[in-house]
């Protein structure tokens, strides 16, 4: 059992010559439960890296824990020297710290030997992605919590492919870490470092450009594109966040200039003063947007994360109300675009394939069939889409053509390989642009698809369970669901249950592999191709419920869907 006393001590101790972090744990000095809750545990560095509430405690994003997980990535990578030697790519957003953090980063790594190659000023996770192959670096880190509140902050690292590290290369840093104390990382003289030739400050021409050119390689109709683009008319916001140069340098490329930027969320802020939270999959985060649509006649609004990772979308209907797109949504027009108009223009290649995430909606794999494409399903993270991508370029068994996950994240290309909100904001522009020049708006275009295909709803309910004992009732929770898992869910008949723990499906008492990575995932596939789904967060102390229902009635499909949450929420209970 953690002594969080000891520990509280321990950092008043080692760290009484650093004012900030001195001043903070000196203010929490006679509150029980603060003091628990920064020190029962240390932050965890998973697959999703680090992330957490800012602040002084093991418990917390500090520069303490972004050094000390520095020196144990530095040691990490310092078991092969000749690849150390090609550096570490850093990048940040416009969180709180999120500079500092980015620095000390790479002045641990001089510290350590190990070259550093710092953005001169905040980028997005795409372009760090695809910085991390062009440079030809050992790995990438970008300091960034996503779309979490303002008081969050956090740490990703990336492997040479791009790709945020997999479980394995995760667990060895970790180690690594764990072997370390708070105090072990030290960072080196900013000038020295440069002297010395290992810190390196990239500026706006030297990734910038030619990742905009690869871009711009990602139209899927230039021909339409010039014709139709200066038409259409979109409001965009980067809520805030690192969006805001390349996604407008994008579009402006691409010849769509009628793009109404929300001033008020235009700039930098590490506070998100116009939000509750910087999440595009927020209705709150498009109220500014609407209003400005409304003023310049736009029927299509973008908004992009801090980290502008993801996309979110809201098209105006036929009532003149707009409605937010779910992730999954924006994945299926994008992915019944793509293969529809390479299928027009005969270029959809003959071993054609998509990915998706396990959670994701089922509409996708009816899409993908239709025109003759394998959809690959893998576990939650991006990462694992990235493998993927590799896995077709190592074995030359399939031509990537899309992946998505239902939490807003979208990938065309393969240079990057992360969920990129530039390539996806590139791609629903184009695609409102054809389906205008049809007559259609986007949201036609998604009723359309349901007429085609059926109508799929997905909803994600998540339950917090904060605290010390979140974690264990997160346990409780799963334990009880695989020992007991449930014979049907609101009059649906359980087919099979796939548990990626043990790696199984079972279904008639037959089992048989996932062929998919341990995860702590179940997921209930019911009558009918609906299905249900449960999964801990591991970044956050959630616990996820997916509830994917169809049917050719949009009613039927919807009123399901509630029954089936409804059911489904009281099994966490």
Known sequence: MVDVHKLYEQWLADFAQDAETLEDLKAIAGDEKEIQDRFYTGLSFGTAGMRGVIGAGTNRMNKWNVRRATKGLAQYLLQDPENAKRGVVIAYDSRRFSDTFAKDTALVLCQEGVPAYLFDALRP?????????????????????????????????????????GPEAAAAVTACIQKL?????????????????????????EVDDDYMQEIKTLVVQPDMLAKEGSKLSIVYTPLHGSGNVPVRRMLKEIGITKVAVVKEQELPDPNFSTLKVPNPEDPAAFVLAEKLA???GANAIFATDPDCDRLGVAVRGHDGVF????????????????????????????????VKSIVSTSL????????????????????????????????????????????????????VRDKDGVNASLLIAEAACAYEAEGKTLYDQMQDIFKKY?????KVVSKTLPGMDGLEKMKVIMKELRENPPAAL???KVTAVRDYLKGTRTADGVQEPTGLPASDVLYFELEGGNWVCVRPSGTEPKIKLYVNTNDPDQKAAQDRNEALRAAAEALLD
Do not use: W
């Open 364 to 415: 996708a794999n009816r899409i993908a069939a239709s025109y003759g494409v394998d959809m690959f399903e893998v576990l939650t993270g991006f990462k694992f889409i990235g493998e993927k991508i590799q896995q077709f370029q190592d074995d030359h068994s399939h031509t990537f053509l899309f992946g998505f996950e239902e939490s807003y994240g979208f990938l065309s290309s393969t240079f």
């Open 454 to 458: 059926g109508y799929y709803v997905e």
């Open 294 to 296: 409304d003023e310049v």
């Open 181 to 205: 104390s708070y105090t072990d990382a030290v960072v080196m003289d900013e000038e020295e470092a440069k002297k010395a030739g290992l810190l390196h400050i990239i500026g706006d021409k």
């Open 125 to 165: 996770v795409p372009i760090l992605s695809y910085a991390v192959r062009h440079l030809n670096a050992a790995a990438g880190v970008v300091v960034t919590a996503s779309h979490n509140p303002p008081q969050y902050n956090g740490y990703k690292v990336y492997g040479d492919d791009g790709a945020q590290l």
């Open 323 to 354: 409605h937010l797109l779910t992730g999954n949504q924006i994945g299926c027009v994008l992915l019944e675009y793509i293969l529809s108009t390479k299928q027009k223009q005969g270029k959809l290649p003959a071993n054609g394939a998509a």
């Open 490 to 492: 609101a009059g649906l």
